[in-house]
């Protein structure tokens, strides 16, 4: 009997050691699908066009150089600063008040060049803007809402 219950006590920790990665590899996968993935190249800029002005960026790794586009507020270039890098992230915040995050990964071949954030999943809607930085898509919605109803009176 005492045999028994030592070989339970040895066979119990073995048991969790082999089940902890399978959990890991579950969560890889999530993260993996959650964000959209763009193939970057050291030769070749990718621009990502946004529906809003650019409001904040954060690159994950110095391995990316990353900036706006000259003269527009909406479209940012991405490019490796160093060939085969490991993956990293690059978020953004636009001024409608959405977070985008993105998966990047080194290719030579780079195949996205352009990519519209309109087809990327949203991480985040909350994002909340200092009284100076309002939301810019609910200035519009004001806006075009007081313009509706100035159009109705005058008829």
Request: glycine share 2%; aromatic share 10%; proline share 3%.
């Amino acid at each position: 009997m005492k045999r028994a219950n030592y070989l339970f006590l040895i066979s119990l920790p073995l048991v969790c050691v082999s089940v902890n990665p399978q959990s890991n590899a579950r969560e890889t996968v999530f993260y993996e699908d959650q964000y959209k993935n763009l193939q970057i190249g050291f030769s070749k800029t990718t621009s990502i066009i946004f529906p809003y002005t650019i409001k904040s960026i954060d690159k994950g790794s110095a391995e990316v150089l990353v900036q706006k586009a000259k003269g527009v507020e909406n479209i940012l270039l991405v490019k490796a600063a160093k060939q085969h890098f490991f993956q990293t992230n690059l978020t953004v915040v636009t001024s409608d008040g959405k977070l985008y995050v993105f998966v990047l990964n080194y290719d030579d071949l780079c195949p996205d060049l352009n990519f519209k954030a309109e087809n990327a999943v949203v991480a985040s809607r909350d994002v909340l803007f200092s009284l100076e930085n309002e939301n810019q898509k609910r200035i519009e919605q004001c806006a075009w809402a007081a313009y509706s109803k100035k159009k109705k009176s005058v008829v």
